[in-house]
């Protein structure tokens, strides 16, 4: 796999970039190491979520297991 500089430069920043103007994110965190790498979004709610992104975020969840 990709060093941990290469997947920062490569795939965390450009994603951390495309994300950034999403509506309640509060908080970006990116982690890279060897062969891969993580981008986890922190996000203020200020009104309840629709239940249909509650069932999405749990099937990507599932998927990643």
């Not at 982690?31 to 249909?52: D, Q, R, S």
Request: net charge negative; hydrophobic share 40%.
């Amino acid at each position: 796999g990709a060093n941990a500089e290469t997947i920062e430069k490569d795939v965390i920043k450009p994603m951390e970039n495309a994300v950034a103007g999403i509506s309640g994110v509060e908080k970006i965190y990116g982690t890279a190491a060897e062969g891969y790498g993580t981008v986890t979004l922190k996000f203020k709610i200020l009104k309840l979520i629709h239940p249909n992104i509650i069932d999405y975020c749990q099937l990507l969840s599932k998927e990643d297991q």
